[in-house]
């Protein structure tokens, strides 16, 4: 399969036609397609390398032999290491070439010179005769290795590219489904274009789950370790952390409580799964983001939040394999746990959104004490760009039309508004019924899909 990706494709492209000699780095979470965008559009005659696990002079030999389509004879003479490796490649090649190679960071592991090794052959310009592309599902390592100040290739890569999650249009245009439905999919299988692979082999959504998550013996049904392995010595702590948000434990004072450890102590694990995009930090809005308080700690991967709502609970149930027993209680909540996935979606559109000639800034949601002196929260809050307009809205997951009844609630809710509020207010609703009303402007998920071209 091979969706979209233009935008990396285009940027590889330049970057590989330019005269000089480039260092490219393509990096991002496993699963989302980084192996697949490069054979699409890698040419013929390039090297490409997919590293393994196994010792330095085994690579060597493997690597050398995929050049052999190349250079001819290549690997019959022994290369003691890296650096003579890379400097032979690079006088024996006549014309420039793209060298490749895929899950850099297996190379590393049982190389640490590696990246120091490149660096010199960089800055010597001693690679004048191939490209080179460095690939790699490790986000840490790759961080460590070129975006860190103190990393040895920092600085040096012309270009660094990393490759996300794909936005829900492209699913919808996968499986080809109604838009409801492609929302419904995406609270299982989010942007993770080998997720969508493993839905595509089931007839249904239902049985897609069953035997590919809850299963014992399905593809998935250890996903988070292995995505965990990539980065982490161990999981144990990331795994905790992930169960009990998936659980309902969002602030990060009561997750240190349950943990049984000072807060300081999890800032580092919070901050590694914010940077992976498996949780994201939420502040209501208009809260100052380095001082507030008010933080609480969702899970942002829609798959992972799945597994650790769901899977994680029901383990015990599912070594029994009780799958369809657990997968009845589920498809009982579905509804009410897409309708968090749908109001996130909501918030993510609203960037893209133009009302009345205006563009906002990206939504947030809002909660606390209205000037009533009554607990409160807005869905969707966001000021136009150009700070004249406030957006306010709410997120409905439901199978009749809402827009009276929200309509009535949002003329509530901005006369209890405790914050600085702009002269003109426009007043949304997204739900799963297109509908037409004086007050409110509606908005349906072929509408969010439409705007949400992009992660």
Not at 16 to 43: A, E, F, H, N, W
Not at 101 to 116: A, Q, R, T, W
Not at 332 to 347: F, G, P, T
Request: glycine share 4%; with cysteine; charged share 25%.
């Amino acid at each position: 399969m091979f969706l979209n990706r233009q935008k990396e494709i285009e940027r590889i492209e330049q970057s590989l036609q330019r005269d000089k000699s480039q260092l490219i780095v393509i990096y991002g979470r496993r699963r989302c397609g980084k192996s697949t965008l490069l054979q699409q559009m890698l040419p013929p005659e390039a090297i490409y390398f997919s590293a393994d696990l196994r010792e330095k002079p085994l690579q060597i030999v493997a690597f050398s032999k995929q050049i052999e389509k190349v250079v001819p004879g290549f690997s019959k003479p022994a290369y003691p290491d890296w650096e003579s490796f890379f400097i032979s490649l690079n006088n024996a090649l006549t014309e420039k070439v793209i060298v490749c190679i895929d899950e850099f960071p297996y190379l590393v592991k049982n190389s640490p010179e590696l990246p120091s090794i490149l660096q010199t052959i960089v800055d010597n310009q001693r690679n004048s005769n191939y490209h080179l592309i460095l690939c790699g599902s490790s986000q840490q390592m790759i961080h460590s290795m070129v975006l860190d100040s103190a990393s040895p290739l920092y600085g040096r890569c012309d270009e660094i590219i990393k490759v996300k999650p794909m936005a829900i249009r492209y699913l919808q245009e996968y499986l080809s489904i109604p838009p409801v439905e492609a929302v419904h999919e995406f609270g299982v299988w989010g942007g993770v274009p080998r997720y969508w692979e493993v839905r595509k082999q089931y007839g249904s959504f239902a049985l897609a789950v069953k035997n590919s998550i809850l299963d014992q013996n399905g593809l998935l049904n250890e996903e988070p370790e292995r995505l965990f392995s990539d980065e982490l010595r161990t999981s144990v702590q990331a795994y905790s952390i992930l169960s009990l948000i998936g659980a309902g434990v969002h602030r990060p004072s009561e997750i240190s409580a349950r943990l049984d450890k000072p807060a300081t102590q999890l800032s580092r694990m919070f901050g590694f799964l914010v940077n992976q995009g498996y949780i994201k930090r939420e502040i209501p809005y208009g809260e100052p983001p380095r001082s507030s308080k008010k933080s609480l700690y969702k899970i942002d991967d829609p798959f992972i939040n799945f597994y650790f709502t769901f899977l994680v609970p029901n383990r015990s149930r599912l070594e029994f394999d009780m799958v369809d027993q657990v997968w009845d209680e589920i498809a009982v909540k579905y509804d009410q746990y897409v309708s968090m996935i749908w109001e996130d979606l909501c918030r993510k559109a609203i960037p893209y959104l133009e009302i009345e000639g205006k563009k906002f800034n990206p939504a947030s949601r809002w909660w606390g004490g209205g000037l009533n002196k009554k607990a409160m929260e807005l869905d969707i809050v966001a000021k136009s760009t150009d700070q004249t307009t406030l957006l306010i809205g709410e997120a409905k997951w439901s199978d009749r039309d809402q827009s009276n009844e929200v309509s009535e609630l949002l003329e509530m809710k901005e006369s209890n508004i405790p914050f600085a509020k702009p002269k003109n207010i426009i007043k949304v609703l997204f739900q799963k019924l297109p509908a037409s009303h004086p007050n409110i402007m509606v908005f349906t998920p072929d509408d969010v899909i439409n705007l949400l071209t992009s992660p």
